[in-house]
Nanobody
Framework: QVQLVESGGGLEEAGGSLTLSCTVS????????VGWFRQAPGKERDFVAA????????QYADSVKGRFAVSRVNAENTVYLQMNNLHPEDTGVYYC???????????????????WGQGTQVTVSS
């Protein structure tokens, strides 16, 4: 079974930056597509970014394009989400998840993800 652990969340002012990490165990990350989602209080879990296990396919939500960057270091079993120019509406619990597919892809569909981390809180003050 795959375990995912997010870290790096916290409180940041609008315009600031945070870097989230997703560390994977239980399976080699080099064959896992990974996605990032976020959930604000009272709202559904929304797609943020995804990266294929080859690293050459990446997708972003329109709301974060140009501000967020997803990357991976397979040797570290870690996927990163660099978040720049943070907005108050970026506030929420951020989750990473592993895709069911054994083929490389960057999917934005929540149902395609099988294993989830426990989440890390990101709060952006105005």
């Amino acid at each position: 079974q795959v375990q995912l652990v997010e870290s790096g969340g916290g409180l940041e002012e609008a315009g600031g930056s945070l870097t989230l990490s997703c560390t994977v165990s239980g399976r080699t990350i080099s064959r896992l597509n990974v996605g990032w989602f976020r959930q604000a209080p009272g709202k559904e879990r929304d797609f943020v970014a995804a990266i294929s296990f080859t690293g050459d396919s990446i997708q972003y939500a329109d709301s974060v394009k140009g501000r967020f960057a997803v990357s991976r270091v397979n040797a570290e079993n870690t996927v990163y989400l660099q978040m720049n120019n943070l907005h108050p509406e970026d506030t929420g619990v951020y989750y990473c998840a592993s895709d069911r597919s054994e083929l490389p892809r960057a999917t934005n569909k929540l149902a395609n993800f099988e294993y989830w981390g426990q989440g890390t809180q990101v709060t952006v003050s105005s």
